[in-house]
């Protein structure tokens, strides 16, 4: 054991003097020692918080929109919208009026994107008509800058997802207010629909009343009717009212005639009367017979006294018939005309009347009304035991009703920005390079002659311990930059682990690249180059190895760099559940196999010790 430590250390010695005898390649050692700590510093700070800084981001605003009258008010979606965007300064916005012009700024780099609000945004988004009626344009070019065109892809999904919650917490503040409306609406209604029963209650009594009264007016109608019918059919006609005229007529001449008759009669009497007193006065001379001739002329004149006084009386009853005829004359006219007016007025009622169906109808049309005005009260009572009490009132707010659900993350392992999600790659990656470098710095397939028989191992392990030296600096290096230089700050950081995770990365990269120079030469530097590419493509540092090809997934697991991000990314984030244990011994096992592979794989190119000299000639 004493020997193998021994010579392993004066091989060691080998090297260590050349960096003695050297100030060249003390330099050379320094300068690699920097090299993977600037190649990171130049890599990490330029995308340390790249997320930070999309302010200094050009990007075109181009707003059309012409606004809407909705409900009485004016909306413009666009303006607010635009003045949203320009107060949070998510982005370096530029005001362009133009479509063309953003879409030509866009198409020769001078602006990362450009959001488009058309004219008619407002009159689409606002009602919301059509699922997704309202259109906003972003204008991008991925070839010019695929990050660039990422950050408008990711924004257009953010900007929707912002424009439909403001739309809709309008729409639920209108909701909300309308339900508060509702809710006096219903009240109202309930009250009117109290006096609306009530209402309905007495058109039902009053109905039903109506119906019986209609059933007994159609009947007395009918009666009416059949009355009517009868008188209609008992009046004399006209020709029957004729003959009344002319027997009138006829009664009035022969009044008339015997007035002149009598007056004849009592003229004559009056001269009766004269002759039987002159026939009585001469009779009394004549002999004989003259006292009883004057007798009976007397007895003839007192009869004829009698007879004028009788045709006198006579005379004067006549006067009184003719008075009474012409008053029986006037009566008899107007009679006959009443009877004809009567007969007409009749006639008149007897067609006005209506006719059995129509009493019929009338008397159904009463029934009809009644069942209606029962069967409105009975609905009226439906809907006053449907209506609810009060409108169920919506809680929340609008915005809250408007954006309700919310991912809530929870993250397991935090990192402060994309720099530092960047950095377990980007460091992996350096120190490969600063261990590529390292390796080809010292002549590791070189052994000075004095050396050849130590035992293989040894001489191994005593070629690696100087570039082992120099990839320890170079990770002690890097990590100053990245916690001093970048301020790296994680709330899982442990420096101690990250430091000593650098450490054993660099050795396993030595150990490998070693293994590769012993077993393939010179042609080791192309195997190196390839083999770093691999593993940037299936080492899971950029994207997910599951997004990656069948090839990638299959040896991901069977490669350093692999293990190497894994461990760095559990030190530096508490990734893996802090599993960092389990990636040093995936990374400590690949670097002892690939030393025990050099040990006992390959020749070494012996020469004497004075013709010994590192890999690189000053």
Same mark, same amino acid.
Not at 107 to 128: K, N
Not at 433 to 443: E, Q, R, T
Not at 502 to 507: G, K, L, R
């Given at each position: ?152 892809r990711r924004f257009a999904a953010e900007l929707s997802h912002q424009v439909n ?153 006549? *006067?009184?018939?003719?008075? #009474?005829?012409?008053? !029986?004359?006037? +009566?008899? =006219? /107007? @009679?006959?005309? %009443?009877? $004809?007016? &009567? ?16 009493? *019929?109808?009338?008397?159904? #049309?009463?029934?009809? !009304?009644?069942? +209606?005005? =029962? /069967? @409105?009260?009975? %609905?009226? $009572?439906? &809907? ?235």
């Open positions: 054991m004493f020997i193998f430590i021994s010579r392993t250390l004066q091989i060691a010695g080998a090297d260590v003097g050349l960096l003695r005898c050297s100030g060249m390649l003390r330099l050379a050692v320094l300068a690699v020692a920097l090299v993977p700590a600037i190649y990171a510093l130049i890599y990490l700070s330029s995308v340390w918080d790249s997320n930070a800084k999309t302010g200094v981001l050009p990007v075109a605003l181009v707003n059309l929109d012409e606004g809407i009258r909705y409900q009485g008010q004016v909306v413009n979606i666009g303006v607010e919208l635009s003045d949203a965007l320009l107060a949070k300064g998510i982005f370096g916005w530029r005001h362009v009026t133009d479509v063309d012009v953003a879409r030509n700024a866009v198409a020769t780099g001078r602006l990362a994107f450009a959001v488009i609000i058309p004219r008619d945004f407002s009159e689409q988004a606002v009602p919301g008509a059509v699922a997704g009626g309202g259109k906003i344009r972003v204008i991008l070019s991925e070839g010019n800058n695929y990050s660039s065109a990422g950050f408008a919650k403001t739309l809709s917490e309008k729409r639920w503040g209108m909701v909300l207010s309308t339900a508060d409306g509702s809710q006096n609406s219903l009240i109202q209604l309930k009250v009117a629909v109290a006096q609306l029963r009530v209402g309905a209650k007495t058109l039902a009594d009053g109905a039903v009343q109506y119906s019986a009264a209609a059933t007994a007016l159609s009947g007395g109608f009918r009666q009416v009717a059949s009355g009517v019918r009868v008188m209609e059919a008992r009046l004399p006609a006209e020709d029957d009212l004729k003959p009344l005229n002319s027997g009138l007529q006829q009664l009035a001449a022969g009044q008339r005639e015997l007035g002149r008759g009598l007056e004849l009669l009592h003229t004559g009497s009056a001269r009766l009367a004269d002759g039987a007193r002159e026939m009585q006065v001469q009779s009394e001379g004549v002999p004989f017979f003259g006292s009883k001739l004057s007798k009976g002329a007397g007895a003839l004149t007192a009869g004829a006294i009698q007879l004028g006084d009788g045709l006198g009386r006579a005379r004067g009853a006549n *006067d009184q018939l003719t008075q #009474g005829t012409a008053q !029986l004359d006037a +009566g008899v =006219t /107007r @009679l006959t005309d %009443g009877v $004809r007016a &009567l007969g007409g007025g009749v006639r008149t009622m007897a067609m006005r009347l209506p006719a059995d169906e129509q009493l *019929d109808a009338f008397s159904a #049309g009463g029934k009809t !009304l009644s069942d +209606g005005a =029962t /069967r @409105l009260l009975d %609905g009226i $009572r439906q &809907l006053d035991a449907v209506l609810p009490p009060a409108v169920g009132k919506q809680r929340g707010s609008a915005l809250g009703l408007a954006d309700s659900v919310e991912p809530e993350l929870e993250n397991l392992a935090p990192v402060p920005n994309s720099g530092s999600a960047f950095a377990p790659n980007m460091l992996a990656v350096a120190l490969w390079i600063g261990a590529v470098m390292s390796a080809y710095l010292f002549n590791m397939n070189l052994m000075p002659a004095s050396l050849a028989g130590a035992p293989r191992l040894a001489q191994t392990v005593g070629k690696f311990i100087v570039p082992a030296m120099v990839t320890l600096l170079q990770a002690s290096l890097v990590f100053l930059m990245l916690v001093f230089g970048l301020g790296l700050q994680t709330p899982h950081l442990h420096l101690i682990n990250l430091l000593l995770t650098m450490a054993v990365a660099s050795w396993a990269f030595l150990a490998m690249l070693f293994a590769m120079l012993r077993v393939f030469g010179e042609a080791s530097k192309l195997l190196a180059v390839l083999l770093l590419t691999l593993q940037l493509a299936a080492g899971g540092g950029v994207i997910p190895v599951e997004l990656s090809g069948g090839l990638f997934q299959t040896v991901h697991d069977w490669l350093p760099l692999t293990w190497v991000v894994k461990a760095f990314r559990a030190s530096m984030f508490g990734a893996y559940d802090h599993g960092w244990a389990d990636a040093w011994g995936a990374v400590i096992l690949a670097g002892g196999v690939a030393l025990l592979l050099a040990a006992l794989i390959g020749r070494w190119k012996v020469v004497p010790d004075a013709e010994y000299r590192s890999g690189t000639e000053f």
